[in-house]
């Protein structure tokens, strides 16, 4: 199970969830304090802006994080949950949930995946450049994207709740 928040929600939805991995997708990442109960090796850091092209003075997503991000899901045992966030649990956070739901689901339809996040988060507004660099990884011909397409963007809020995916 995949649970999605913001970094105001992190050491209590790490807690509420049991989640043994995190995944840290924002600017700042310097700034995130690990919960206890994840060890070290299980929180992965990956700093980026919440930008959908390079802008100067700005860490646009690139390929590179992407694959930080699917080679560290991919070694997600699934034993206990992961906790993905973001800063405000919106865009970052939910375009990485919707990459690793596809990763780890190779079979599954990128709009089912799609209308499940929506319908867990009728905020979540996934960052458009992560989900294109993912579907490009994935090898998805494009079906990310026309999949977040199709569920449109997110109701307009300033910080996410916290919501969860399943896998399957």
């Given at each position: 199970m995949i649970h999605v928040c913001s970094l105001a929600a992190l050491h209590e939805t790490v807690r509420l969830s049991g989640a043994s991995h995190v995944l840290t997708i924002m600017a700042n990442v310097e700034q995130v304090q690990r919960p206890p109960t994840i060890r070290p090796e299980n929180h992965l850091r990956v700093?980026?802006?919440d930008i959908t092209e390079q802008l100067?003075?700005?860490m646009a997503p690139n390929e590179d994080h992407v694959t930080q991000v699917l080679d560290f899901v991919r070694g997600w045992d699934r034993a206990a949950p992961l906790v993905i966030h973001c800063?405000?649990?919106i865009s970052?956070?939910?375009?990485?949930?919707?990459?690793?739901?596809?990763a780890l689901n190779p079979h599954r339809d990128e709009f089912d995946i799609a209308r499940a996040i929506r319908a867990a988060s009728p905020i979540a507004s996934p960052n458009r450049l992560i989900v294109?660099?993912?579907d490009r990884a994935?090898?998805?011909e494009g079906?990310?994207?026309r999949a977040l397409d199709a569920i449109g963007p997110g109701t307009m809020m300033v910080d996410g709740t916290p919501f969860r995916i399943e896998l399957d």
């Open positions: 700093s980026v802006d100067p003075g700005f800063y405000a649990g970052r956070s939910t375009a990485s949930a919707f990459a690793t739901a596809c294109s660099l993912a994935l090898g998805r079906r990310m994207v």
